[in-house]
């Protein structure tokens, strides 16, 4: 008699070792995480302003047009100047101002573009993590530039032109990957911004089946949907976060009314979507709900989108 095969586990391969932009991003996330407040309690005001949560959006990409635009005047400033010092000496003493403009609107940049970069992962992470080490590193061209015209008594500096179109070619770079972050990855897009609605209530879940104070899953139009029974009242939302697609119906019911995004922790008002933290910037698509033959009814509320 043979005696029974003892399964075998399949060896566990070890892990691949992490390339070193994953290492170094790891731990830039844990310290800019610790730094903003990412771990904190709701309300998480700094971060809230940071990600742009009270302007209704994002504020990394309305504050980068200040360096990009202060910079590139400038290049254009140092042409000038470089083709006639005396006709243009005007525009070497510009360029100094817009040299320091575009710095002080690139740290600015960098402080709120890092973080939105702190809720990343995967391959928006690694392009991110180019797209601001390469903005960081124009920032500091841009400083040398910047002491380099200082030290001349009217911003005339033949290297600090020269330095700052460098730093512009960098610059350049930079936003390419930042616009391949939205226009390719779809990072810190409104990700309910192409949700589909009918135009009349539809019937979701019987009334009787739903309990107070718990979050349902539940599909109008197509539509993921979480609707929540708080007392008499009945309240739903799009089930996906704006911010990442987060699924909202598996997030934590705070205060009554309140949902926090399971994946980042931005909080909604169930009753009409308004973002009370961010990181996410736009409002939660909401539905006005009504019961009817014993049946929760959902409609889309379109006036607001
Ligand atoms: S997916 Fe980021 S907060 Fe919801």
């Not at 691949?16 to 170094?24: G, S």
């Not at 500096?157 to 070619?169: N, Y």
């Not at 009242?233 to 949902?259: I, K, N, R, Y």
């Not at 973002?275 to 033959?293: F, Q, S």
Request: glycine share 10%; proline share 7%; net charge negative.
């Amino acid at each position: 008699m043979t005696s029974p095969t003892v399964p075998q586990t399949p060896p566990v391969p070890p892990l691949p070792p992490q390339p070193l932009v994953e290492r170094l991003s790891d731990g830039a996330q844990r310290v800019i995480q610790v730094a903003v407040g990412s771990n904190q309690k709701p309300p998480r005001t700094l971060k809230t302003l940071l990600n742009g949560t009270l302007l209704g959006h994002p504020l990394h990409p309305v504050i980068t047009d200040v360096p990009v635009g202060g910079w590139l005047i400038a290049a254009i400033f140092d042409i000038l100047w470089l083709i006639s010092h005396t006709t243009f000496a005007w525009a070497a003493r510009g360029a100094v101002l817009l040299v320091l403009i575009g710095i002080i609107g690139a740290l600015v940049a960098i402080v709120t573009g890092l973080t939105d970069w702190s809720d990343t992962y995967g391959s928006e992470r690694t392009t991110g993590f180019y797209h601001g080490s390469l903005n960081i590193a124009a920032t500091i061209i841009y400083i040398i530039s910047f002491v380099l015209r200082l030290q001349q008594a009217a911003g005339d500096s033949v290297l600090a032109a020269i330095i700052g179109f460098i730093g512009l070619a960098v610059v350049v770079v930079g936003a390419y990957l930042g616009g391949a972050l939205v226009f390719t990855q779809g990072t810190g897009v409104n990700h309910t911004a192409w949700e589909p609605a009918s135009d009349d209530y539809e019937a979701v879940m019987p009334v009787e089946q739903v309990e107070e104070n718990k979050l349902y899953r539940v599909t109008a139009a197509g539509v993921p949907v979480v609707l929540l029974r708080h007392g008499l009242q009945f309240c739903a939302l799009s089930a996906t976060c704006p911010h990442a697609g987060g699924p909202l119906d598996e997030g934590e019911l705070q205060a009554g009314d309140v949902v926090q995004c399971p994946w980042h922790g931005s909080r909604f008002r169930m009753c009409d979507g308004y973002v009370l933290t961010g990181p996410a910037t736009a409002k939660a698509p909401h539905y006005d709900v009504r019961v009817h033959n014993d049946m929760v009814e959902v409609k889309r509320v379109m006036s607001e989108q």
